[in-house]
């Protein structure tokens, strides 16, 4: 039976290796590689191609939520599994938004992250037992809706994602960085966000993201 390969992504080299010496006992289970911060774990999703990706919420250079969207364009079918120690659910419901399908708590015993790993791999959702089920069905929920503005999906993937990074606080140098685009590039697809949304700056932006739920705020400091 082929082994689920896994990539572990966190900038605590201490926690990096507690969690390799976990997953390394696992039956079926093989940790295929590691990174420190966001841009290598994308960068090393698309060398080694795992099936799963274990990414820290908060990391420099690009944090777990960030790194999930350039994730799924690189690899698809990849299943990303956040961690992190905030148990408030709407950071829950945030990573599963993002597209994750895992959330476990750093709190919890390692066999949450093996049973996570499995239960992901097999297509599930996972969260950890001390954060409510009702948020996967909310999730379900409001996924099958349409925005309450119906701007917001006329933007290209590559439009939100340097959304996302804008109203988080990213330069357009950093996301130009990030993206692995010119400056420029970035620049015109904001000009085009702003257009397509009728806004006409980055605080604009930023108050269009709160109001419609696209990102939340509580976690651009974490």
Excluded: C
């Amino acid at each position: 039976m082929k082994n689920i390969r896994v990539l572990i992504a966190d900038d605590h080299a201490v926690v990096r290796e507690g969690l390799i010496h976990v997953l390394r006992r696992q039956e079926g289970i093989e940790v295929v590689g590691e990174a420190e911060n966001g841009i290598k774990a994308v960068k090393k999703v698309k060398e080694l191609k795992p099936d799963v990706t274990l990414l820290d919420i908060s990391m420099p250079e690009l944090n777990g939520l960030e790194a999930i969207s350039l994730i799924l364009e690189a690899l698809p079918d990849n299943k990303i599994i956040i961690l992190s120690m905030h148990k408030k659910e709407a950071y829950a419901h945030q990573v599963l938004s993002s597209g994750a399908m895992g959330y476990v708590l750093k709190a919890s015993p390692s066999s949450d992250l093996v049973k996570a790993i499995r239960s992901v791999f097999s297509g599930e959702y996972f969260l950890s037992p001390g954060i409510s089920r009702e948020v996967i069905g909310t999730y379900l929920k409001s996924h099958d809706k349409k925005s309450d503005d119906p701007g917001y999906d006329l933007l290209s993937e590559r439009e939100k994602q340097i959304f996302r990074l804008t109203v988080e606080g990213n330069s357009i140098n950093k996301a130009a960085k990030i993206l692995f685009l010119s400056p420029k590039t970035i620049e015109r697809h904001r000009a085009n966000i702003m257009k397509k949304l009728e806004l006409n700056n980055v605080v604009e932006m930023v108050k269009y993201a709160v109001k419609f739920g696209i990102v939340d705020p509580e976690l651009w400091t974490k």
